[in-house]
Every structure is written in C-alpha cells, then in structure tokens.
C-alpha cells in the first residue's frame, strides 16, 4: 500500500480518490536517512485531498476536484517557521538551553523555548535562574540521560533521553502507541446532521471549510499547523490563550495566518466561551491530554453541550499509556523514539530536516476534521480525531527506505498515484493506475514558494500553503494578527 493510500485509508476516504492526485517530486528536498519526503507527501496530499472532497461535496459536484502535490512546496511549508522573515528579521528557533546535551552514559534532550520550562529545567538540575549553557552541560554530564530525563519530568519540564530504535521499542510507551492507529476516529453523539451550506460551483477560489468556526485551542506546531490549513480553506478560526501564557512572538506569527487570536481566561471566563461553544462547528485542542478536562473540554463534555461538534485533538505521547500525561514537542519524540539515533552520525545525536512530526502531523489533524466534516453530511453525529507525534514518529520508523534520489518520478515516489495535470488543471487520465508522478526537477530551493506581505506585525516573508486542488485557494485570506489583539467573539 502506498503511503498516501495508507493516511487516506486510516482517514476512511473512499480507496478510489487517492487516483486523483499528482506529485512532483524533486530530488534533494528534505533529505534525510529517513523517508521524510514520502511522509510529508503523504500528509500534504491526504489533506489536500480531503479538503478537495468537501469541495465537492458542498458544490454539488461528482467528481473530486484533481490534487497535485509539489516537493518543493512542501518542503518550503514543512519548514515554515525557518522561512519567516518580519521585517527582515529570522526568528531563532531554539532558546541557548533547548539541546542535545552529553550525560555520563548518553545524550539527553531538552526544551526550554518557554520561560516556565526553562525555570522548571533549572530548579531539576539545581542550577540558579541565571546558570549558563556551561552550568548546565557540567550538571547533566554528571548524571545518566534517563536520571535527567526522570529528574526534569518530575519538576514539569521537559527533557528526553536519547533512545535507540531497539531502545524505544522495548519502551512501555512505545507498545502503547504502537496499538494505536495513526488517526483515531470515531463518533461522538448522534445528533442530526448539521448541513454545511452549499456552495456555489464555480465560485473562486473553492473554500471547502468557508462557514465553518474552529475554535483553536493549540500552541506550538501540530495543532496550529492544522488550524492554520483550515483557516486557508475558508474557515473562520478564532485561536484562544491563556493571559498569562504567551505564546512566542514569531512562532505566532508563522502558524497565525488566516485566524483571529484571542485571550480568554477560562477559569474567570466560562460564560464567554459557552458563548462561543454555543455555536462552534469545529474545537481543536493541542495541550498535553487531561490538561483541559479540568474546564470541561474533554470531547464527551464538549460534545454533551454542542451536539454535532467536531473534536480534534494532537498530543506528544498519545493520551494513554506510562507517559500518556507528559509533555512533549517534535525535537523530545525524535529523541525518543531513535530517530534522533538514526539520524545522526556515530558519535551524536541527530536530527530530520525538518520538524515534520509536528507538520505532518498537522496537516494530517486538518485532513481528519476535513473528512468528519463530509461524513457528518451524510449522516450527522459529533466526531473526535485524535492524533500523536509519537505514532507518526512510529509511520516514519516504520516506512520503507527513501527513493533514490536519482530517479525522482519514474517509480522512485510510491507515494502517489499520477492522474492529474496540474496545479490548477481538471482532472485527466495522463497516468496510468500505480504511477509515480512527475518528475520535477532537482529542487533549487525555497524562493518560488514564498511570499511577502505586510501586516501589524511588520512587513513579512513567509512560505506559501502547499495545499493545491483544481479550484483552490492559493494564499491565505489574511496575514496573522499580533497574540491576543482580537476580541473573543466569532466575526
């Protein structure tokens, strides 16, 4: 089974659609040991795909619209938060103690981004609030990985020992998620069908999410990559933090365009949100799982107040299992998991060329929602998705060896089958049934899917969506918004 045939069959897509996309592939795009640029096809194309099948569904329409997914495209989304220019500016992706760091017997990896968690590393390592990079490696060369790893946990920040393929295997949690399938899907209630509008056929561009209210409650990648597809699809998404927990400027920034952003205090609050859940087509929640119970997010309670709503839902770990209330980001699950292992040289650690756990991830929640969406068309009901960075890590692990580079697009992409014809273009019967797809070239970079634009925020550089069906839309609708500038109240 092809990859993108696996996502679209865990999504419970119709086994015929995955004919109607295209790739591109492009030799040199997110190389690595693993097979990165299949996966991240995969999770780009199901999810265009999905929202490919809305369209039709709400138009009227019997045939899908055709997809077409470019590598390089893909490859410019998939590292996002690397592109982003504002106002000439890089973002620096990782604070000074956020690394790789050598142990007495290994290696163990941090995340500090946040200050909490920075905080929360030096109280477990009993260093002073101001201790240096060096203060740390001295400390943590001191102890085993797995005795930093159990020490960080334990004062609530985040820190994972380097595990081998065999390592994480052999890991309770790892059998866990490896019982799980890679998108959990299920129904919630049986409430009427809530009938999307029809749209118009022909209207430009399609929007197969337009009137549809997502409420994000999500933070980091993962979840906001997924609302940030939907709000590229039409969807009026209103991202909701906490006050007193911002989130960093410029990762903001990137996973912000096309939403709204709001404050909302939910423990002072709850009036304004019922308000807001009163008439939500779509909740998305990214916290580690349990964390949001507490205010009666749990997708059984949300789902007992919104008949018909649609719950989806991403975490590091899975929400199950030893490590199933842990906290957790992409750089922490490959270290995990023994991609990190597998990706570095014989004497440390490494790292995939992207953090495609989180994106692919991503865009793989959107395409679930996309695909409760047209299920709940045809015979109502709440759903839930559920996804896990682990269980993709555990795809990834999984997958057969990358293509050779030197043969892109002539049996070399088992990721998709060839049967359209452009990025705008109507479907045709170019390619017979188990093609590969067009060879595109060697990839020369990101240029040509990026853009520009100006916003409150300042004048910013950014990569283009990947997304591209007959018909679609090209760019978001809006630039983002500075955290919390909004009103919490849906447009």
């Known amino acids: 089974m092809t990859s993108i045939n696996y996502a679209w069959s865990v999504l419970g897509g119709d086994p015929a659609l995955p004919a109607r996309v295209t790739t591109v592939a492009r030799a040199g795009t997110l190389p690595a040991r693993l097979p990165v640029r299949r996966l991240a096809r995969a999770c780009v194309g199901a999810c265009a795909l999905a929202a490919a099948e809305l369209g039709a569904r709400r138009t009227g329409t019997a045939q899908v619209p055709a997809v077409r997914v470019d590598d390089a495209a893909v490859a410019a989304a998939f590292t996002s938060e690397r592109r982003l220019l504002v106002d000439g500016r890089a973002p620096v992706p990782f604070a000074p103690l956020s690394r790789f760091w050598r142990t007495a017997d290994g290696w163990v990896r941090t ?56 390592a994480w295997a052999a890991h309770e949690q790892a059998a866990e998620v490896a019982a799980r399938p890679l998108v959990e899907r299920g129904r919630l209630d049986g409430a009427d069908a809530r009938v999307l509008a029809p749209l118009a056929a022909g209207t430009a561009p399609l929007l197969p999410a337009a009137g549809v209210r997502v409420l994000d409650l999500t933070r980091v990648l993962a979840g906001p990559v997924a609302t940030r597809t939907l709000a590229l699809l039409g969807a009026d998404v209103l991202r909701l933090d906490a006050p007193w927990l911002p989130e960093l400027p410029d990762q903001h920034a990137d996973t912000g365009f096309g939403k709204r952003s709001a404050r909302l205090d939910l423990t002072t609050d709850r009036a304004a949100f019922e308000e807001l859940l009163a008439s939500a087509d779509v909740v998305v929640t990214g916290y580690r799982p349990g964390a949001l119970d507490r205010f009666g997010l749990a997708p059984e309670a ?3 107040r919104r008949p018909g709503l649609v719950v989806a839902q991403v975490s590091a770990w899975g929400g199950y299992g030893p490590w199933g209330g842990r906290r957790g980001f992409d750089s922490l699950v490959q270290a995990a998991t023994g991609i990190a292992w597998t990706e570095g040289p014989a004497d440390r650690p490494g790292a995939l060329p992207a953090q495609a756990l989180d994106h692919g991830s991503g865009y793989l929640l959107a395409a679930g929602v996309l695909r409760a969406l047209t299920e709940q068309s045809y015979d109502g009901g709440g759903r839930f998705v559920r996804l896990a960075l682990a269980r993709t890590a555990r795809w990834l692990m999984a997958e057969p060896e990358p293509e050779p580079e030197s043969q892109p697009g002539a049996g070399a992409d088992e990721a998709v089958q060839a049967c359209g014809t452009g990025a705008a273009g109507a479907a045709g019967a170019a390619g017979a049934a188990g093609a590969a797809g067009a060879a595109g070239g060697a990839h020369e970079g990101p240029d040509d899917w990026l853009a520009e634009t100006d916003s409150a925020l300042g004048r910013l550089r950014y990569a283009r969506p990947p997304l591209s069906f007959a018909g679609g839309p090209a760019d978001w609708a809006r630039p983002p918004a500075p955290w919390g500038s909004d009103a919490a109240r849906w447009a």
């Not at 909490?116 to 009993?126: G, I, K, P």
């Not at 060369?141 to 065999?166: F, I, K, M």
Request: glycine share 4%; hydrophobic share 45%.
């Open 111 to 166: 995340h500090a981004n946040y200050p909490h968690h920075r905080a929360r590393l030096l109280t477990a390592l009993e260093l002073p609030e101001n201790a240096s990079p060096e203060d740390v490696a001295a400390r943590v060369a001191e102890r085993t990985a797995v005795a930093v790893e159990d020490a960080v946990h334990a004062a609530g920040g985040l820190a994972v020992a380097l595990r081998s393929p065999e």
């Open 302 to 304: 949300l789902a007992e």
